[in-house]
């Protein structure tokens, strides 16, 4: 008698929960806003969890760019310098034809008197 009214439990407890009375019971409803704030608890931590996530991946991405870009401008300015040497320059204006010649004399300074 007592396995059929076990049986009779479980039958009554799965029909219940499939035909949906089991949210008409007064134990549930009782129990609703807590499940209902474990539910958002839950879409919170998700969420935090996938928006920290992305924005690691965004911090990395931003880290390879500043270190190629880094690399870049060491580059470009190693090549400005080499360019910009006077011997550069005068060996440059010769390729190209123009007639300069490099000052042999010494540089003199001219003053002014502003009246």
């Known amino acids: 008698m007592k ?3 076990e049986n009779n439990k479980k039958k009554k407890g799965v ?9 008409a019971d007064e134990p549930i409803t009782r129990q609703l806003p807590f ?5 958002a608890l839950a879409f919170v931590l998700i969420t935090n969890g996938n928006w920290a996530e992305r924005t690691i991946e965004q ?3 931003l880290r390879d760019t500043l270190d190629d870009l880094r690399s870049e401008s060491i580059t470009l300015s190693a ?5 910009s040497r006077p011997s550069e320059v005068l060996k ?3 390729k190209a034809g123009i007639e300069l010649e490099e000052p042999t004399a010494p540089i ?3 003053y002014v008197k502003k009246n």
């Open 3 to 5: 396995e059929k009214a």
């Open 15 to 23: 029909m219940s929960f499939a035909g949906g009375t089991i949210l």
């Open 35 to 39: 499940i209902l704030f474990i539910a």
């Open 59 to 61: 911090v990395e991405v």
């Open 79 to 83: 090549k400005l310098m080499d360019a």
């Open 92 to 94: 440059e204006v010769k």
């Open 108 to 110: 003199k300074i001219i």
